[in-house]
């Protein structure tokens, strides 16, 4: 994959080798009927996608719901089998990886979710959810409570407070807290946060943000990051990956993508984020109909049918969108006419 940035002003070397790397990745769900159980189809969640993620660096996955971003970080971290392709840690392929090789691999890679009370076992105290995982892995034998204490500090809580306090006395970003102390329990090289903030309050985001990209650079980490919210993405990316039904459609830096996107859609998605002292109306793209079913996605284009663009092409360079299935390619645009 090439970054759109010859120079890139984020200091990340892209020159090494990727800590992730994602080929070809498929993630399909089987659809079956009738009494004999047929394979009748598949739900194409991920559908091909191709990803770099290197040391250091915040890589966001964003579009809109239903785009298939969740399944894919959960495909990446072996939540899912995957249907095809492959996904490569440190150079070494996850799928020749025995049950010890996974565990290690879970160790080096953390996960924090969506639902921050969800994700954390009511029945469990702060201090037991945050020991559970250096139980799991063997680390911090003989000063447990100690290490959970630093960690509990180091994400803005008081120990004394709140080690033996269960989830349910907790508001929604004291969990959100919690369940990052858990992720860096491990000492992962790679967070991957599935929507980290979005059912937290505004105030409580910024909050929430502004740790991870404390610990990000005093814990050396990377990031993988999922979100449909593009004010945070902009705050905390480096790289940006716009997905549409199950595949990338633009791979940029993030101030590239903001100030200057290339993709119909990834225009469409910007021109909705609303600004203040904005009516609403402004220059915002509507586009025509829903996204398409993912069981049966367009010929060539998915987003050909839905495409600002095509009314203004020729008859020949419509029946391209049709029939031509566009990849990233060097620019990072998966468009047959954009750029130039």
Do not use: W
Request: glycine content about 8%; charged content about 25%; overall charge negative.
């Amino acid at each position: 994959m090439a970054s759109s940035a010859a120079e890139p002003e984020d200091g990340i070397d892209r020159t090494v080798e990727p800590l992730l790397s994602v080929r070809a990745l498929r993630q399909y769900y089987p659809i079956r009927s009738g009494i004999l159980n047929r394979h009748v189809g598949d739900v194409k969640a991920v559908d091909g996608v191709d990803l770099d993620v290197f040391p250091g660096e915040t890589l966001a996955i964003v579009g809109e719901s239903g785009c298939g971003k969740s399944t894919l970080a959960e495909t990446i971290l072996r939540l899912h089998e995957p249907t095809d392709g492959t996904v490569r840690f440190r150079g070494e392929d996850l799928s020749e990886y025995g049950r010890g090789e996974l565990t290690a691999f879970r160790r080096e890679v953390s996960m924090i979710f969506q639902d921050p009370r969800a994700s954390l076992n009511e029945r469990m105290t702060v201090g037991a959810i945050v020991t559970e995982p250096m139980k799991i892995h063997g680390l911090a034998e003989g000063n447990r409570r100690e290490r959970v204490e630093e960690l509990l500090a180091e994400v803005g809580l008081d120990p004394q407070d709140h080690y033996d306090r269960f989830p349910h006395e907790l508001s929604g970003g004291q969990c959100q807290r919690v369940g990052i102390a858990r992720a860096l329990a491990v000492e992962p090289s790679l967070l991957v946060a599935d929507e980290p903030v979005s059912a937290l309050d505004v105030s409580i985001q910024a909050q929430i943000l502004e740790l991870l990209s404390r610990l990000q650079e005093e814990y050396d980490l990377t990031f993988l990051f999922v979100s449909h919210d593009m004010s945070v993405v902009r705050h905390i990316a480096d790289r940006v990956a716009v997905m549409y039904l199950g595949r990338v459609v633009e791979l940029t830096d993030v101030e590239s993508l903001f100030s200057n996107p290339q993709h119909p859609y990834t225009e469409a998605l910007l021109s909705s984020v609303p600004s203040v002292g904005s009516d609403g109306s402004g220059d915002r793209i509507r586009l025509d109909g829903s996204p398409p079913d993912p069981i049966d996605p367009p010929a060539g284009c998915n987003f050909n049918p839905r495409c600002p663009l095509k009314p203004q092409l020729s008859d020949a360079d419509r029946e391209r969108c049709e029939s031509d299935d566009p990849d990233l390619g060097d620019c990072g645009v998966a468009c047959h006419f954009r750029p130039e």
